[in-house]
């Protein structure tokens, strides 16, 4: 990924690297408060696995893989991230984590995804953007289509949650109508 920042009214986004895997993001990987709805509770997560993850994004072409930091108080709150791309088909797929607790509910995640989604249409020149989360994730859920998504498909039973029970996901995108 290029060195691309954007800034938001309360945000900076700019390239996760490996220097920005903290304690502190290696353990909202790992509270389940915080991992309920994403894949990487399904192992536990170390300095070692975050920052492979983080190197093998980077390299990459098809992932844009940025840090969310609240222009106010310089915090590293979450990650954001759009890929893989399907240039063919003008199509990413974008996914995130507002891993600081006390940044939950106060729009960020809102904020994050219009403006990451309105770089991969200008910067990219994506036509869709698309994303999902679980049935029970109403945060996410709301986050995303107060940022413009709209609801295409409801997947019946198709996750496992984190207490084992088989659960529906929302599947949304947004056009890019320009």
């Known amino acids: ?15 996760l690297t490996v220097a920005d895997v903290s304690d502190a993001y290696v353990g909202w990987l790992n509270d ?56 063919h088909h003008g199509a990413g797929a974008l996914s995130l984590l507002i891993g600081d607790k006390a940044s939950h509910g106060q729009g960020y995640a809102t904020e994050a995804i219009a403006a990451v989604t309105d770089w991969a249409f200008g910067t990219l020149g994506l036509h869709r953007v698309e994303a999902g989360c679980y049935d029970a994730n109403l945060g996410s859920l709301r986050a995303f ?34």
Request: aromatic share 8%; glycine share 6%.
């Open 1 to 15: 990924m290029t060195g691309s920042v954007i800034a938001t009214p309360r945000l900076h986004l700019a390239p």
């Open 32 to 87: 389940p408060a915080i991992n309920q709805y994403l894949e990487t509770r399904l192992s536990p997560q170390d300095h070692a696995s975050c920052a492979a993850f983080v190197a093998a994004t980077a390299a990459d072409p098809q992932s844009h893989l940025f840090k969310i930091v609240r222009q106010d108080s310089k915090a590293h709150i979450g990650n954001i991230k759009i890929g893989p791309v399907n240039a």
């Open 145 to 178: 289509l107060k940022a413009g998504y709209v609801v295409e498909g409801f997947f019946r039973q198709a996750r496992v949650d984190a207490a084992g029970r088989r659960v529906g996901m929302f599947w949304m995108a947004r056009l890019n109508d320009a």
